[in-house]
């Protein structure tokens, strides 16, 4: 079935400095990407997504580019704020099963000052 | 904001017991999604429904069902409560069921069972 992977965590980096969390999928078809956070305490926003092969979704400083070759979708960001500190979320959506998500495990990242 | 809303925030309950929550979608939306988030399973699809009728089942347990009425609000019932139900259960909603369409997530609804 379809499944998502993403880099485990916690990452902890220093404030200004760039971040990648990497996701790759495994899917049928076609799916659309997406990338949530879900700061502590709260629900999942969307960051980003692309929902075809070389799309590039972005927000907030935050970019990620549909990789249809490596099935990846790496999330990227040239310099951290503390207040990016959250989990990140991975997820496709299958384009013929009605939307439902299927997410990755979550990464972890804490920005320190 | 996402606009989606969750009743309760927080639920405690002992096994055995049977629960409901509830949510309303954005304004418009007509399609709900429930999730669980738990520290071992991660975040899992559990059940859909589109305009009153249900679309997708994930892995949704028998003790487990939902509904959406027409107003377009959604309820999730669970019963036969066991300790291993505790999560966080999100609901979303979006409004087509085409997979490139952004689902807006509810705030969740802590279940505790003691």
């Given at each position: 079935g379809d499944s998502v992977t993403q880099m485990e965590g916690p990452v902890t980096l220093s404030e200004e400095a760039c971040l990648t969390i990497n996701c790759t999928y495994t899917a049928t078809g076609y799916p659309s990407l997406f990338w949530y956070v879900q700061y502590p305490g709260e629900g999942l926003q969307l960051l980003l997504k692309a929902t075809k092969a070389d799309d590039k979704g972005s927000n907030k400083g935050f970019?990620?580019?549909?990789?249809?070759e490596t099935t990846s979708f790496h999330l990227e960001k040239g310099s951290v704020q503390v207040s990016d500190s959250a989990v990140y979320f991975c997820a496709l959506s299958a384009n013929n099963q009605g939307g439902k998500?299927?997410?990755g495990q979550g990464t972890e990242l804490s920005v320190k000052p | 904001d996402s606009g989606v809303t969750q009743t309760p925030k927080h639920?405690?309950?002992?096994?055995?017991?049977?629960?409901?929550l509830r949510c309303s979608p954005r304004s418009g939306d007509l399609s709900v999604y429930w999730y669980q988030q738990?520290?071992?399973q991660g975040l899992q699809f559990l059940i859909q429904?589109?305009?009153g009728e249900e679309r997708a089942k994930g892995n949704i347990l028998e003790?487990?069902?939902?509904?959406?009425?027409?107003?377009?609000?959604s309820e999730l019932n669970l019963s036969s409560l066991e300790l291993?139900?505790?999560?966080?259960?999100?609901?979303?909603?979006?409004?087509?069921?085409a997979g490139g369409h952004t689902q807006y997530f509810g705030p969740g609804t802590r279940l505790t069972v003691l």
């Open positions: 970019e990620a580019t549909y990789r249809k998500l299927i997410f | 639920l405690i309950t002992a096994t055995g017991q049977r629960v409901t738990s520290l071992d429904y589109y305009n003790r487990f069902s939902a509904q959406q009425f027409p107003d377009l609000h291993g139900d505790s999560a966080l259960y999100f609901c979303a909603s979006s409004a087509q069921l």
